[in-house]
């Protein structure tokens, strides 16, 4: 099993949707959780951290569920710059290794 | 503020060939990362330094080896390319502290013919 699993999609969203997807990772010990966003061609860059209470940054919304897992990440009011692969990334105690998911993909539609 | 820099960002090798990526970073970090992205793959891990002075494999480190020359640099050397190595290169380096951003370099796109 993969350590950090994601559905590739892609995921077509109209504009002014919402859309939300999730990630499961595998070890349990997993320490830090975090989403990433990559556009086309280009570098990964933080989009925001998950924490244990959740999180909302605007329109984005992150939850983690250690019980089951899995982190999620919910877009509202999508927008056609919000076109992107959402990367899932997990950290594990001891070593601070980053572990990506394969990405969520995103295609605002409008 | 530079960040994170690679070079080259491009590059076409022959089979056979051997080139070293370079990486620096200008933030203090003491972890920094070597990773290959493929399409359908995600982003995997090929060798990880958490400090100056260590290095250790990660999920794909066959075929390359690297160097941790201080702090700030962090060198991904192909001995004999194959087209199997044909991918983008991306380092990344952070704190190390685990619960911190991680910066990305912008690539190098590297094609083995």
């Known amino acids: 099993r993969k350590e950090v699993e994601q559905d590739p999609g892609p995921f077509n969203v109209p504009e002014g949707a919402t859309v939300a997807f999730n990630c499961t990772y595998s070890n349990s010990a997993s320490q830090s959780f975090f989403w990433y966003r990559q556009d086309c061609r280009k570098e990964p860059k933080l989009l925001m951290s998950?924490?244990?209470s959740g999180n909302e940054d605007g329109r984005f919304t992150a939850q983690l569920n250690r019980a089951s897992q899995y982190i999620s990440l919910l877009i509202r009011d999508s927008k056609l710059s919000d076109s992107a692969t959402y990367l899932c990334v997990v950290i594990h105690y001891g070593n601070n290794r980053l572990a990506f998911g394969k990405g969520n993909q995103v295609v605002v539609i409008p | 503020n530079a960040g994170v820099t690679q070079t080259p960002k491009f590059q076409v090798l022959k089979t056979g060939q051997s080139m070293t990526l370079q990486c620096a970073q200008d933030m203090n970090h003491n972890s920094m990362y070597w990773y290959r992205q493929d399409p359908g793959m995600g982003l995997r891990l090929i060798y990880y330094s958490a400090s100056e002075g260590t290095t250790d494999k990660g999920e794909v480190p066959n075929g390359y080896n690297v160097s941790r020359l201080n702090k700030r640099e962090f060198s991904l050397r192909l001995e004999s390319a194959a087209p199997s190595q044909t991918s983008v290169y991306f380092c990344?380096?952070?704190?190390?502290?685990?619960?911190?951003?991680?910066?990305f370099g912008q690539g190098t796109r590297l094609t083995v013919v």
């Open positions: 998950v924490y244990s």
């Open positions: 990344a380096s952070s704190t190390g502290l685990g619960n911190t951003e991680a910066f």
